[in-house]
Nanobody, 124 residues
Framework: QVQLVESGGGLVQAGGSLRLSCAASGRTFSSYVVAWFRQAPGKEREFLAAIAWSGGRYYADSVKGRFTISGDTAKNMAYLQMNSLKPEDTAVYYC??????????????????WGQGTQVTVSS
């Protein structure tokens, strides 16, 4: 089992930055893919970015160049640095994890473990 806890959300003005953190316990991240998703009111949960500790990062086109995913295996932490935030980035942001055994990293249904989410609100 993997337990995930997100933090770092909040209220920020358009053009600002936030860094979200995802703390994992129960297992180490070394054999997992960790991803960030978000869900805005009335919309489906949307893939943003994923990282595998064995190598590789993958981004959704909608955030490429603005968001950066990173991780620290020693601390069992993953991060999402978000820059140039826009009001349309307002959503609940979730950290998720799955075993690194192939498949599509952007597929929500392939993730077995989820955090409780952290709210990000971008004001105009």
């Amino acid at each position: 089992q993997v337990q995930l806890v997100e933090s770092g959300g909040g209220l920020v003005q358009a053009g600002g930055s936030l860094r979200l953190s995802c703390a994992a316990s129960g297992r180490t991240f070394s054999s997992y893919v960790v991803a960030w998703f978000r869900q805005a009111p009335g919309k489906e949960r949307e893939f943003l970015a994923a990282i595998a500790w064995s190598g590789g990062r993958y981004y959704a086109d909608s955030v490429k160049g603005r968001f950066t995913i990173s991780g620290d295996t020693a601390k069992n932490m993953a991060y999402l640095q978000m820059n140039s935030l826009k009001p349309e980035d307002t959503a609940v942001y979730y950290c998720a994890a799955r075993r690194n055994n192939g498949g599509n990293w952007y597929e929500r249904d392939e993730y077995d473990y989820w955090g409780q989410g952290t709210q990000v609100t971008v004001s105009s």
